[in-house]
């Protein structure tokens, strides 16, 4: 199993990263191009023209590895990694329209918030559906730490399970604002699913399988989104990326792990709801110099220190690194 893990790890780092030599350049030629918004900071213009849609490298590395690794986990008819790639993918092509639209038009809004929102609800009940239909999914809530189910109305386990899925494929969107930022934080949610993948045996290799290629995936296309960024993922790859990461926690039947395992992203999320409300309920004020919170500390926070973009890669991935060992330590003897 450690070394189907390890196989699938070591590919995906080589076929992100050697696409990326390729497309990169390709898509800089055929400028598909980001605009930055005029709202972010001032030193963030200079981004203009860098590529997106590069969340393209670790897509197709993911998909190589699931059909390559886990092939034979298909012919013996396990299809989970599937199911969980053919979910995420389906963001991830909500995320390429969106940001095709964003090129074509050479401005920073893509699809209509209405329809994003609509394309990703049917997403996630189509999922939710076809899971708890093939048998992965209860209508019950593990509960972290404590090791209590609880076992809720099944209506209300979709209505729920919607939320969740929908609030982190966006969480993740929204994290995407600093080079390397939603990379970086992603890498460790993925390790912790490979890590559970080794201590929970091998009825979860499949799981682990993509998982792992979702790490090697991550690492290569850092080498191309580390501080400068040559290319951004675009909402191809954030979106592709919140659901890959929902769809995780529900294959393993432990949303609510998310809490615990998803800090960075919703920590990001409440600030930009926060910076909202506040700003509507004030009449103009604000609770952070510019949100979400990334932003914020860019600016000078509440210290006056203003964070660089390494900087804060370095901070928000080692905080994502620290939750997901307490997420770990929360939920791995649940199969023991």
Same mark, same amino acid.
């Not at 191009?33 to 023209?49: A, C, L, R, S, T």
């Not at 209405?114 to 559906?129: E, H, M, P, T, Y």
């Given at each position: 199993?450690?070394? #189907? ?22 898509? #800089? ?8 918004? $005029? ?61 095709? $639209? ?195 500390? $860019? ?11 390494? $900087? ?25």
């Amino acid at each position: 199993m450690t070394i #189907k893990l390890l196989i699938a790890f070591a590919l995906a780092f080589l076929i992100s990263t050697a696409f990326g030599k390729y497309y990169v350049p390709w898509l #800089k030629e055929k400028k598909a191009e980001q605009m930055v918004k $005029e709202i972010g900071p001032d030193w963030h213009k200079f981004k203009n023209g860098t590529p997106t849609m590069g969340g393209v490298m670790f897509i197709l590395a993911a998909v190589l590895v699931c059909l390559t690794v886990g092939f034979e986990s298909m012919l013996r008819g396990r299809f989970v990694h599937i199911f969980v790639l053919l979910f995420a993918t389906v963001f991830g092509l909500i995320g390429f329209l969106d940001d095709f $639209e964003k090129v074509r038009h050479k401005q920073n809004t893509g699809l209509s918030a209405r329809s994003k929102f609509l394309l990703q609800l049917a997403a996630a009940l189509v999922f939710v559906l076809l899971m708890r239909q093939i048998g992965y999914l209860q209508p019950n809530l593990y509960v972290p730490f404590s090791g209590r189910i609880i076992h809720i109305p099944e209506w209300l386990y979709f209505a729920f399970a919607a939320f969740v899925i929908v609030g982190t494929v966006n969480a993740v969107n929204i994290t995407d604002g600093v080079d390397g930022l939603a990379t970086g934080t992603s890498i460790p949610v993925f390790l912790f699913f490979v890590v559970l993948c080794m201590a929970w045996g091998t009825e979860y290799l499949e799981l682990g399988i993509f998982a792992s290629a979702m790490v090697g995936g991550l690492f290569g296309f850092l080498v191309y989104n580390y501080n400068p960024a040559k290319v951004f993922m675009g909402d191809t790859g954030s979106l592709f990326l919140g659901g890959a990461i929902s769809a995780l926690t529900f294959a393993f039947d432990m949303p609510l792990v998310l809490i615990t395992l998803g800090i960075i992203f919703i920590i990001e999320t409440l600030s930009d709801i926060i910076q909202v409300g506040y700003f509507k309920l004030s009449h103009g004020k604000r609770v952070f110099r510019m949100a979400p919170l990334h932003h914020h500390l $860019e600016l000078g926070g509440w210290t006056g220190k203003k964070w660089k973009e390494k $900087e804060l890669f370095f901070l928000f991935t080692g905080i994502s690194l620290l939750f997901a060992i307490i997420s770990f330590i929360g939920v791995y003897q649940r199969r023991l």
